[in-house]
C-alpha cells in the first residue's frame, strides 16, 4: 500500500524558512514522480513543484521559482521541500502525491496523496 506522510509544517514570519517532508512507503523508491501541492482556504489546489526520479528533473510554480527547493533522498525514501524567504501568501496547507508515470504540477495527475501539513506565514 502506497503511503505519503508530510511533516514539517508550522507558523513562520514572514521572510522565514521552513522545511518540509514527504516519507514515501510502499512502492519502490526509483521510478517514481513526487509532487508538492498547496491548497489555502477558498483558493483552487495549486502545483508547487515535483521530482522526477528517472532523470531528476525538478519543475517549479512560478510563484515559488527562486524561493523553494525540491529534493530527494531515495535512501530514505523522503522528498524534502526547503522553502526559503516565506510570503504571507504562501499560506495554505501542504500536500505531497506521488505518480508512477510523469513530473507535472497538474494536481489531477497524481493518484496518491498524503493528509497535508498546514503552513502559517505571519506578516
Known amino acids: 500500500e502506497v503511503q505519503l506522510v508530510e511533516s514539517g509544517g508550522g507558523l513562520v514570519q514572514a521572510g522565514g524558512s521552513l522545511r518540509l517532508s514527504c516519507a514515501a512507503s510502499?512502492?519502490?523508491?526509483?521510478?517514481?514522480?513526487i509532487g508538492w501541492f498547496r491548497q489555502a482556504p477558498g483558493k483552487e489546489r495549486e502545483g508547487v513543484s515535483c521530482?522526477?526520479?528517472?532523470?531528476?528533473?525538478?519543475y517549479y510554480a512560478d510563484s515559488v521559482k527562486g524561493r523553494f527547493t525540491i529534493a530527494s533522498d531515495n535512501a530514505k525514501n523522503t522528498v524534502y521541500l526547503q522553502m526559503n524567504s516565506l510570503k504571507p501568501e504562501d499560506t495554505a496547507v501542504y500536500y505531497c502525491?506521488?505518480?508512477?508515470?510523469?513530473?507535472?504540477?497538474?494536481?489531477?495527475?497524481?493518484?496518491?496523496w498524503g493528509q497535508g501539513t498546514q503552513v502559517t506565514v505571519s506578516t
Open positions: 510502499g512502492f519502490t523508491f526509483d521510478d517514481y514522480a
Open positions: 502525491a506521488a505518480n508512477f508515470w510523469i513530473a507535472t504540477l497538474s494536481w489531477y495527475e497524481y493518484d496518491y
Open positions: 521530482i522526477s526520479s528517472s532523470d531528476g528533473s525538478t
